[in-house]
């Protein structure tokens, strides 16, 4: 495995003549992080990862990745039938955006040659301990997605949960997915969708609701009882309603990067079905997507309602995990 902050070029020198392509551009910053539109941070990243704010065991022991994988598989049980992990034994995986490593490992174990990249050297850290723990193969880079230190045709799958819809200069990341995947090669991602409950109803209408509470007296106490949002996130939610005003609940873009993974999360966007066949539009074929979780933990009964047989159906076209797979043309 490679240290934190190691880079290095890979793939088939074959395959970048006969595309024509030009051996990975590896640049581990990202001139749109340092442009006055916000957009995904390492800083943030490195202090909010996975179970963080739910595991009770010390960060980076065993006990901690069970809770996390535990907490996964609970909450969002949906991704192994998306992802197929045991499908990709023997392929080349880049995961981009690996975090601690959580979907990294099902890959590693299932015996994909596994590759995770990441800007956050914490969650590098992170994810190497937990391969070291299980003693699982990988590599791990820590690397801006908008500039892959990879050559191209390197992969046969990049797959991305969560990631890319914090990242504002999304194109660049696209056309570096597609530059070093294999032609024939999959991508697969997971974007916040657009068309959901949790955007429409949770963020757009109850969480605006609640923030606005925050503000009278008891209020936080109230919100707390309700939804069993942690102290720290209604806290972040209050400083951010003193700091700008009025504005945190007008401005869509403000309120949604904080109300998605956090107060302080600097950059979310949404997308619809369309709007993400476009992003893979023209270098792509076989374009499908896929809707997966209601994400109602917050409200009482929410995951009696997800679990009935109108929650599973309500889930394939309001959920809030939207997917895209397509293969590169
Ligand atoms: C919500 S976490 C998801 C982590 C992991 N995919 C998972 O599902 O557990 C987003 C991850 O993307 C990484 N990330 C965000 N923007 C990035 C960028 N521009 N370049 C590299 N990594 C980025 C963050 O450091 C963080 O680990």
Not at 92 to 112: H, K, M, N, P, Q
Not at 203 to 210: C, D, F
Not at 227 to 244: A, K, N
């Amino acid at each position: 495995m490679e240290g934190p902050d190691s880079t290095e070029e890979l793939g088939s020198p074959a395959c970048l003549s006969a595309l024509g392509g030009s051996a990975g551009s590896s640049r581990l910053s990202d001139p749109v992080t340092s442009a006055k539109e916000p957009t995904s941070t390492p800083e943030f990243w490195s202090d909010y990862q996975p179970g963080f704010r739910f595991a009770h065991s010390p960060v980076g022991t065993k006990g901690f990745f069970e809770e996390v994988s535990a907490y996964r598989l609970a909450v969002e049980p949906h991704i192994d039938g998306v992802v197929h992990f045991d499908q990709w034994a023997g392929k080349d995986v880049l995961e981009a955006g690996c975090g601690i490593g959580t979907d990294g490992a099902r890959f590693a174990s299932g015996g994909a040659r596994y590759t995770g990249a990441d800007f956050s050297g914490t969650a590098l850290s992170l994810a190497r301990r937990r391969f070291q723990l299980e003693g699982l193969d990988g590599r791990f880079l820590k690397s801006s997605l908008t500039h892959l230190p990879f050559r191209d045709c390197s992969f046969d799958l990049v797959f991305s949960h969560g990631v890319i819809h914090h990242i504002r200069d999304v194109e660049s990341v696209v056309r570096e997915f597609r530059r070093v995947l294999r032609a024939g090669g999959t991508a697969l991602v997971m974007v916040y969708h657009r068309h959901s409950l949790n955007y429409h109803l949770t963020i757009q209408t109850v969480r605006r609701a609640a923030a606005g509470l925050l503000l009278l007296p008891g209020g936080p106490k109230v919100v707390a009882k309700v939804t069993h949002e942690p102290e720290e996130v209604l806290d972040g939610q209050r400083q951010l309603l003193t700091e700008h005003g009025l504005r945190y609940l007008t401005n869509g873009e403000l309120f949604l990067s904080n109300n998605t993974d956090g107060p302080g999360n600097p950059y979310s966007r949404v997308y619809s079905r369309a709007e993400l066949r476009a992003l893979f539009g023209p270098g792509w074929r076989d374009q499908s997507t896929e809707v997966r979780y209601l994400n109602l933990r917050l409200y009482p009964g929410g995951s009696r309602l997800s679990e009935s047989t109108a929650g599973r159906r309500l889930e394939r076209t309001m959920g809030w995990h939207l997917y895209l797979r397509a293969l590169r043309a």
